[in-house]
């Protein structure tokens, strides 16, 4: 009898300890959207910043952290895809299989203010690509490679063994195989990594941010070898001006909309991956 | 002329698809190069600070730039600040963990899921944020500090920060149990939450282990939201147990003062070694991590 109100007892401490965990995320909501509602205002995503950041908008750190993200994601696919398909369709050795699985969670693993400096050190420095966006897309490329590979590694080794035995039987080539099968089927796996890429490479401050961004002086990139403003970095900068309450209340403004961007990305990844998902069941 | 073209067609093909089986392998190549070319340049770059102090590199313990480099202040930063995090975070997620896994039913427990792995993709510069503007300050008042910055403080944001990665992974663990083992254990006449206890939670031992240590390397890389609140002084706290003092962890150290020498000099070789440092702790802990929930996997 004892025992049993004991338990109770863990029981609903234990469940009030997953609800206070469960509202961290609606605390963080709340307290982003409050600290940052002050600095809304009609053209907050519109207007250029002035005063150092101090007023106006962000639209051109907004403009940054897309076109990076963007750039990330445009070189980062054709990898990804390649070396996944690479390694479940064309090895066969299970040890390489391995190895390159390891490869992807080291690179997954890795702090990303190394992808930085070592970034920084090889694109920028080597392949004299300076302090620019196309330093930082490189970077972020690599960044967020491991988390397109675990999507489209997921979806291909999801797909059922028929479809890979009906292919053989009907005498198709490997490429043919992957041109028919696996890239039609596997659509939804590949869309859901793009988005969670999107969404990793959109929240990532350390990795670009003395190789790819600036904080004044530029607005819009004229050619290969500028940097950016990016949301982050406007972030960080202002952060630090921790004293100056107009600076701090322009961070929570940008804090809200970056928390949006990134929340919003990992949404649509949800949505496609359990739509397209029950697509490719049928 | 059908045995021509059974003869003639495959062949044809196969000669395309042999092409594209080498783009695939040099698109996986380049990927390999990616991890590969990460470490090799760590150890190249840091190669002439090794050789200019040795091993006192790694147990010196000033850092004043153009004379010395000492990297101990760093790392001993690094490894108390996740100890704080670990040791916060562990029991929290731990509880938590149970609850999701052995007690709520399927559609909460996705809600859960859920919140957690949008939690994990909060950007570290907003917890950063958080970090300055909330708990440096309550830090500051609750134990009468000067400054708000400190190692307790870096150590508390980053438990915040690793806890939906080790309480869904560890969650994870302990779902994979297979049910003949709760069943067994509640047809002997335990209850729920002692089978929780003295079942599940054994058998999904390695897996916790596994999810904490993947924690602890992602604690350890966090340069932006510790970089904020950690305050960034190069010393080792007065005396050692002293988490209420100022210090300094490797990745805030490289986020300081990586752009002021970057590419050339002892100064930026120093900094390439202490991130040489940085990616053996983390990859080794990482590696041990993987095993250690591969194994739970595969039994």
């Known amino acids: 009898m004892k025992s049993a109100t004991f338990e109770k007892g863990i029981v609903v401490l234990l469940s009030i300890l997953t609800l206070l965990v469960s509202s961290l995320l609606l605390v963080i909501l709340a307290t982003v959207f409050i600290k940052g509602l002050p600095a809304l205002h009609s053209g907050f995503l519109t207007e250029a910043s002035e005063d150092f950041g101090r007023a106006g908008g962000i639209f051109y750190q907004l403009l940054g952290t897309l076109i990076l993200m963007t750039g990330a994601v445009v070189i980062s696919l054709p990898v990804a895809l390649g070396s996944v398909i690479y390694q479940t369709q064309y090895v066969e050795s299970a040890k390489v299989k391995e190895m390159c699985r390891q490869a992807s969670q080291v690179l997954n693993a890795t702090p990303t203010i190394l992808f930085g400096l070592v970034g920084y050190l090889f694109f920028g420095v080597y392949l004299e690509t300076g302090v620019s966006w196309v330093t930082g897309s490189l970077i972020l490329a690599v960044m967020i490679l491991p988390t397109l590979q675990v999507s489209i590694r997921e979806a291909i080794e999801s797909l059922p063994e028929q479809y890979k035995d009906t292919g053989m039987a009907l005498g198709l080539s490997p490429w043919s195989q992957i041109k028919a099968i696996i890239i039609p089927q596997c659509y939804y796996g590949i869309v859901t990594g793009v988005f969670l890429g999107l969404a990793r490479a959109a929240g990532e401050t350390a990795a670009i941010m003395f190789a790819a961004t600036t904080f004044s002086g530029i607005r819009l990139p004229e050619s290969f070898a500028d940097p950016v403003p990016t949301l982050q970095t406007h972030m960080l900068v202002l952060t630090q001006e921790a004293a100056n309450p107009e600076a701090l209340a322009q961070a929570w403004g940008a804090g809200l909309v970056l928390l949006s961007l990134v929340f919003f990305l990992t949404l649509m990844a949800w949505i496609l991956r359990s739509r397209l998902k029950m697509e490719a069941e049928l | ?54 091993f006192d590199f790694w147990l010196g313990q000033d850092w004043w730039v153009g004379e010395t480099y000492g990297a101990l202040p760093m790392l001993y930063g690094s490894t108390l600040v996740t100890a704080l995090a670990c040791l916060l975070v562990i029991p929290l997620a731990l509880a938590v963990a149970i609850f999701t896994s052995e007690f709520l039913s399927s559609t909460p427990r996705r809600f859960v899921k859920s ?57 994870d663990a302990m779902h994979a149990v297979p049910a003949e083992y709760r069943d067994n254990a509640l047809g002997l006449g335990l209850s729920k939450w002692q089978t929780a206890i003295a079942v599940v ?80 702790m983390v990859f080794l802990i990482t590696f041990v991590g993987n095993h250690f929930l591969k194994r739970r996997r595969v039994s």
């Open chain 2, 1 to 54: 002329m059908a045995t021509f073209l059974s003869n003639n067609k495959p062949l044809l093909v196969k000669n395309k698809s042999q092409g594209m089986m080498w783009v695939f392998a040099a698109l996986n190549f380049i990927f390999l190069c990616c991890a590969g070319g990460l470490f090799f340049f760590l150890i190249f770059e840091s190669y002439p600070i090794f050789k200019l102090e040795g």
């Open chain 2, 115 to 171: 919140v957690l792995e949008l939690l994990a993709g909060v950007p570290g510069i907003v917890y950063g944020l958080l970090g300055v503007s909330f708990l440096s300050l309550w830090i500051k008042d609750i134990f009468g500090l000067l400054d708000g910055n400190t190692l307790a403080t870096a150590g508390c944001l980053l438990a915040i920060m690793i806890l939906p990665t080790v309480l869904t992974l560890s969650e």
């Open chain 2, 201 to 280: 939670l054994p058998q999904a031992l390695p897996g916790i282990v596994g999810a904490v240590l993947l924690g602890i390397g992602r604690a350890m890389g966090e340069t932006i939201a510790v970089m904020l609140v950690v305050g960034s002084l190069d010393r080792i706290p007065d005396p050692w147990f002293n988490i209420f003092s100022s210090a300094q962890t490797i990745p805030s150290k490289l986020g300081r003062e990586a752009a002021e020498s970057i590419g050339e000099g002892a100064h930026w070789s120093a900094l390439m070694a202490l991130g040489l440092t940085l990616f053996l």
